[in-house]
């Protein structure tokens, strides 16, 4: 699955002659009476998990954080809560859900339950440091090469477009292929190909705040460049990286089980969802079940992960005044 | 206006550039050449080598990499190590039929997501807002081939109206064989629909919050026009850039479809000369899609340019 | 206060407006108590700072509150209360009988429709015109609004147009359906002083030829001095008082309105005086608490006594049409605030700091034809052209002009934000390198910077005490805990509690947001600090505090200022050498005392002509300049303010550079004209 990235639209918009450079502040810095009454929380979005806090307070939070916490706990305790071991042949081949077997067994006569129960590991495992890979990786090079700006940010970044002129999937198809599809490189590959999304974000982000007064008081006082970026402009990217890190994490998830589904993904005889799906597709005319617990599993992380992103986004807009007076 | 058209085409060129180089030195490091993958596991080094200075594959790597921009360039794409005949032949089926797939998906899912949109983002926070925005949610949360085989269980297999893959026999018009179409195009729209869906709704909410929106309703119009000749003209400029990029991203969705239904389209023949390694067709397809991609983003930036009088009118 | 109806004069009656919002964060309570009278062909200035609640009680008028809220009290429209108005019946109103002009003219046309049918819209949907007839109707619309080319200028989009030509199409938007009541929200408000006088201009005009009633929100006294014929003054959501406009400023009848009064920087009086600027102390009443039965102004008021915290004032009668809401109105008089001080000159001699000669900045590259090649077709902008200046030490050099006159960008180059292109720039005779990376510590604890905006100097991220700590750390060299003792000190030296320091920007007003900035400046040796528009984003009470803190530092320490802003008054206040830019290049430059008055560069002489003064009976000579800043582009093969000059002689000033004129009464007095100064001199007086 490709990335969905924020479209940067035209060019910047030409000044306006004849207003002066005050009449963009007159909405802001002259309401010296509504000051940002929850500073608090605006506190709290200067950290990450804060940013986590803050989403349970919409409806989408609510329902987003459990669903993905129910994963995750799954995937901690999964091997120990599964009802057999994933590996073992427990039952006869295809036998439809029962109360002995939640979720059927399948072509092999193993328990799907337990299969979909310890796979849950592996994926959540491979997208999330494929996710966290690609962030720190993206966040590194945009930061830098936003603030730096001139030639280097031009081949930086047609570099970075580049690497974006491939879905995803391909990226991934082809460097997997060649290293050879283990979990490691799986967290590698995925890594990689966000690298190029998350960059073209923070170079973005890291754009707009470079201009801010902040930022050449911290110039006038000789601070060095590295101690800019991460400790004056970094704080202040935190809001737009939680939400980009939500996505990106999304869109590992669907990345990981995409190449399982394709036969890259971990190798068998591990459970992984993709593959399980991939391979119920023979009996699906006899035994449909066999493809619907890992489907749902796959499905409810997603949106899961897909309602905390909401969450956070909603989360953003909580905070500040609502009214000019 | 020409000068932007002529920035971007520039900026294309040179990424294209940098994309040629890319797929190159990635198709370079798959390992086991397509000779091996040939002749199979017991073989002698001499035949393999033969193949190799057959194939050229004995070559340094930059004399290749110009031997192929060259060949790009004069339209001579090699011939296909599996299939042993020239890469056009191979491909431009296959392209024909994934384009078919592609415009059909593209066509349900544009309208219908852009007016869900702007119906949503007009009625913010509404019920009916709040059903559709769910509904784009799982959209984009379901993987192609979750949905795809979801659709064959249901489909195929229970209600038994549509078949369960759309394997067809080379050479065949999938035009001819409307049925095969059905399931992959809705699979496809699926996620393409809630994508646009989620821009434009955005878009219209954000474009609603603007000055000139409050200046239309306190000059006494009513709702209506304002929402049709103001907040809509101005949300679809960005929403019909995104579109525009999407063209491309559906290339990615085309992979896991055409293979959910065994379509025989440039995303399965992908899939398949990966595995083959069957490199002209690879690096071609690459190419093709990396074009494309490159394209549809001219489309987009183009299509905003001409209807974003600020930048048509300067 | 008439009876709705009686006077057929009177408009609109609001009688005791109150208007609460219900945020996620707490109650607003933005209007609490508001009443008085529209007439007809009258003006009724609102005036007050930011946060009283003017602009609400302009869009309560409108029936336009967003959220949720509650409003209380009656807005009388003809009879009805528009508070019990359906929406049809709003919308039949909107546009056609009550019409609004806004702030940003930018954002309020629609970017993508041309501006003669955002117009022609008006006339059709509201009165049923035929588009033949709307089109004609709009152009005759487009000249009473003094646009030029009436004809053809509706083909255009918003873009581009100047700002000043985007009011005027809002104002012909608003007029277009001959309403009863023009309700203006700040529209002058972030345009240039010369093209908010021709504003200004048209709204004088449009009293006299519309029948319409206009209310006139503003936060500028002198604004509202040149319009309005009634004045309405407000406070904390209330207002506190209101009286014909002369009355008004003549003989304020209310503590605030004095106080307000005295914290506009005034020229010096004919006895050589000049009143002190200290401010208001305190903050305002705060709009989430609730009504109390007290004076709202009582903590912050030099009259305060028991009564006032026991109960609240209700509107006394305190004159002719004069109300206030104060008991001892009869108390407050004009020197209730500032004291009278004599206007002492800082001493001449004393040895140049900062010196500046042929500064150059460019900003892009010129634009080829073929995009690598080709003819050069379009130039990069011309920012800065060979400006010269010195600032002594101890001095403060004011820098004024309006918008691309260059003075952002003199700040951002000395202060080396931004490298210069060409040009000496030395400090105590030493060269600076043009970018601040490059200097070494010595010079870049010599000069500091104060920015605009207040609420982007800090980072939102990091607590009060970040920024000074390590200025105290890396530019002086003071260890951790001497320089946190020494950041208390200094924020209690700027009139804040050491308190703040472990707090974050974002809970600190906007007044107090640029003291901390202060502090930061002051926060090391600096020879010279550099003030761009450092009080231009303030309330005029809190810019007089900021001021008077910039004016005891500098008699403190001696340091020296480069104080840039676009307000002719404030310039003129704290200046003692004045630079005067237009489009990159010097107009004038010399002495405060002689730059501001005869013999003077014509754009200086239209800029004082331009700038609103708080008084309604001043009439200044009404020098206007037509047209807009040019675009910066061209290279001025004559005079760059041949293009606008009112006093242009003839084409001498389009081919040759006007050569610099020494002035009469001082050797440092430079004025760039074809113009011999004594000629200057006799049209002036």
Request: contains cysteine; neutral net charge.
């Amino acid at each position: 699955m490709a990335n969905q990235d924020r479209l940067e639209l035209g060019p910047p918009q030409p000044a306006d002659s004849g207003v002066m450079a005050s009449q963009a502040v007159t909405g802001t810095a002259r309401t010296g009476l509504l000051r940002t009454t929850n500073a608090r929380a605006t506190a709290a979005l200067g950290s990450l998990l804060g940013q986590f806090r803050l989403a349970l307070r919409t409806p989408a939070g609510r329902i987003g954080l459990p669903l993905v916490l129910l994963h995750l706990i799954i995937a901690l305790a999964g091997p120990w809560l599964a009802p057999y071991a994933p590996t073992a042949f427990v039952g006869s081949q295809l036998e439809p859900p029962s109360w002995q077997f939640l979720m059927g067994t399948d072509q092999f006569g193993r328990d799907i339950l337990s299969r979909v129960m310890s796979g849950a590991g592996s994926i959540i495992a491979v997208s999330v440091a494929g996710a966290a890979l690609g962030i720190a990786l993206g966040t590194l090079v945009g930061m830098a090469s936003g603030y730096k700006g001139g030639r280097t940010d031009e081949v930086v970044m047609r570099v970075m477009d580049g690497l974006m002129s491939f879905p995803s999937l391909l990226m991934a198809l082809l460097v997997l292929t060649s290293l050879g599809a283990n979990a490691a490189n799986i967290v590698l590959t995925i890594g990689v190909v966000f690298t190029a999304p998350v960059s073209r974000v923070m170079r973005s982000i890291t754009l707009s705040l470079k201009t801010q007064e902040f930022v050449q008081s911290a110039r006038m006082r000789g601070e060095p460049v590295p101690y800019i970026i991460f400790r004056e402009i970094l704080p202040n990217t935190l809001p737009v990286l939680a939400v980009e890190g939500s996505v990106r994490l999304s869109y590992a998830i669907l990345l990981a089980s995409s190449l399982g589904f394709l036969g890259l993904g971990v190798q068998p005889p591990s459970p992984d969802w993709g593959l399980m799906i991939s391979e119920s597709r023979r009996f699906i005319v006899v035994a449909p079940w066999v493809a619907l617990a890992p489907a749902v599993a796959v499905a409810t992380l997603i949106v899961g992960v897909n309602l905390l992103t909401d969450g956070i986004r909603q989360a953003r807009t909580l905070p500040r005044e609502g009214t000019q007076v | 206006m020409l000068r932007f058209l002529a920035v971007r085409l520039s900026l294309i060129a040179l990424t294209l550039l940098v994309v040629s180089v890319l797929i190159f030195t990635i198709t370079e490091v798959l390992p086991g050449d397509a000779a091996q993958q040939q002749l199979g596991q017991s073989v002698t080094p001499e035949s393999l080598e033969a193949l190799r200075a057959k194939y050229g594959l004995n070559r340094p790597a930059h004399v290749r990499y110009l031997d192929w921009i060259g060949g790009m360039v004069s339209g001579d794409l090699g011939d296909s190590y599996k299939y042993n005949k020239p890469v056009i032949n191979v491909v431009r089926p296959r392209v024909f039929n994934s384009v078919v797939l592609a415009a059909f998906a593209f066509l349900v899912a544009v309208p219908t997501a852009v007016f869900s949109g702007v119906w949503a983002g007009v009625r913010r926070n509404s019920f009916g807002d709040q059903l559709v925005s769910i509904a784009s949610l799982v959209g984009i949360s379901l993987p192609e081939f979750v949905t795809g085989v979801l659709f064959i269980v249901i489909f195929a297999s229970a209600l038994r109206w549509l078949p369960s893959s759309s394997v067809m026999l080379p050479a065949t018009n999938p035009l001819t064989r409307p049925s095969i179409l059905v399931l992959p195009t809705l699979t496809l729209t699926g996620v393409l629909f809630a994508y646009i869906m989620r821009m434009t709704r955005a878009n219209v909410i954000e474009e609603m919050q603007a000055n000139y929106v409050r200046t239309a309703i306190l000059k006494g119009l009513s709702m209506q026009r304002v929402i049709w000749r103001h907040v809509i003209p101005n949300a679809m400029l960005p929403t019909i850039s995104v579109i525009a990029v999407n063209i491309g991203w559906m290339l990615g969705g085309l992979i896991i479809v055409e293979n959910v239904f065994a379509y025989p389209g440039i995303g399965s023949l992908l899939l398949v000369s990966i595995q083959s390694r069957d490199v002209p067709i690879l690096q071609a397809l690459a190419l093709l899609i990396a074009v494309t991609y490159a394209l549809s983003n001219l489309l987009a930036d183009l299509s905003y340019g001409l209807l974003n009088p600020r930048i048509r009118v300067s | 206060m008439t009876e709705a109806g009686q006077d057929t004069n009177s408009l609109v009656q609001v009688k005791q407006l109150a208007v609460t919002f219900y945020t996620p964060t707490g109650t607003v309570r933005a209007v609490r108590d508001a009443s008085f009278e529209i007439m007809r062909s009258e003006v009724l200035g609102l005036v007050g700072e930011s946060g009283c609640g003017k602009s609400t009680v302009a869009f309560a008028i409108m029936g336009y509150l967003p959220g949720m809220h509650q409003v209380e009290g009656d807005i009388y429209y003809e009879g009805k209360d528009i508070n019990d108005l359906s929406a049809s019946e709003l919308r039949k109103l909107r546009g056609n009988r009550i019409a609004m002009v806004y702030q940003d003219p930018a954002t309020c046309l629609n970017p993508s429709m041309r501006v003669g049918p955002q117009v022609e819209e008006t006339l059709k949907m509201n009165l049923g015109l035929d588009p033949a007839r709307a089109h004609e109707r709009t152009v005759e619309l487009f000249e009473s609004v003094g646009l030029a080319d009436p004809e053809n200028i509706g083909k255009r989009y918003p873009h581009q147009l100047s700002g000043g030509m985007q009011q005027r199409i809002v104002i012909a938007m608003a007029l277009a359906c001959d309403p009863d009541l023009l309700i203006m929200d700040e529209p002058t408000t972030g345009l240039d002083v010369t093209t908010e006088a021709t504003i200004l201009d048209l709204v004088v005009d449009l009293k006299k030829r519309v029948r319409a009633g206009i209310l006139f929100v503003s936060h500028n006294l002198g604004v509202i001095a040149r319009v309005a014929d009634r004045v309405a003054v407000m406070y904390a959501g209330q207002v506190i008082e209101q009286a014909p406009a002369r009355e008004l400023f003549r003989n304020p009848r209310h503590p605030y309105t004095a106080g307000l009064l005295s914290c506009v920087p005034q020229p010096p009086s004919a006895e050589g005086t000049v009143t002190k600027l200290t401010g208001i102390p305190g903050v305002v009443y705060e709009a989430s608490k609730v009504d109390i039965d007290a004076c709202l102004f009582a903590p912050r008021c030099p009259l305060a006594a028991d009564r006032c915290t026991a109960q609240a004032p209700g509107m006394e009668d305190a004159g002719d049409r004069h109300e206030s809401r104060c008991f001892f109105w009869r108390d407050v008089r004009k020197g209730l605030w500032g004291k009278e001080v004599p206007w002492e000159p800082v001493s001449r001699d004393t040895e140049s700091l900062l010196c500046a000669r042929g500064l150059r900045k460019f900003y892009g590259r010129w634009q080829r034809k073929y995009l690598f090649f080709g003819p050069r077709v379009r130039p990069p902008v011309r920012a800065l052209v060979d400006v010269d200046f010195d600032v002594r030490s101890g001095r403060t050099l004011g820098v004024v002009g309006e918008s691309g006159s260059g003075k952002t960008t003199i700040a951002r180059t000395v202060a080396g934000l931004i490298p210069r292109n060409r040009g000496e720039l030395r400090l105590h005779g030493e060269e600076l390198a043009p970018e601040v990376e490059d200097r070494s510590r010595k010079h870049r604890d010599a000069l500091r910077m104060v920015f605009q905006n207040p609420t982007a100097s800090l980072n939102p991220q990091l607590p009060v005490s970040h920024a000074i700590v390590r200025s105290l750390r890396k530019l002086v060299g003071l260890g951790r805990a001497e320089s946190r003792k020494r950041a208390a000190e200094l924020l209690q030296a700027v009139g804040l509690d050491p308190g703040y320091l472990g707090r974050l920007p974002g809970e600190l007003s906007g007044g107090e947001q640029q003291r901390v900035a202060l502090a930061n400046a002051f926060a090391g040796n600096a020879d010279l600090i550099l003030a761009d528009e450092a009080v231009s984003s303030l309330d005029v009470s809190v810019q007089a505090q900021v001021l008077d803190l910039l004016d005891k530092h500098q008699k403190e320490q001696g340091t020296s200022y480069i104080f840039i802003s676009h307000d002719l008054g404030v310039v003129r206040y704290v200046s003692d050498d004045i630079l005067v830019l237009y489009a990159g290049h010097v107009a004038e430059s010399g002495p405060a005392g002689s730059v501001l008055k005869p013999p003077m560069h014509p754009y200086t002489e239209a800029l004082l002509s331009a700038a609103p003064v708080p008084d309604p009976d001043a009439r200044p000579s009404s020098i206007r300049l037509p047209g807009a800043v040019p675009t910066l582009r061209e290279r001025f093969q004559g005079c760059f303010f041949a293009g606008r000059c009112p006093r242009k002689i003839g084409a001498i000033c389009d081919r040759t550079p006007p050569p610099g004129h020494t002035g009469s009464d001082s050797d440092d007095h430079v004025i760039y004209c074809h113009i011999p100064v004594d000629e200057l001199l006799r049209l002036q007086e």
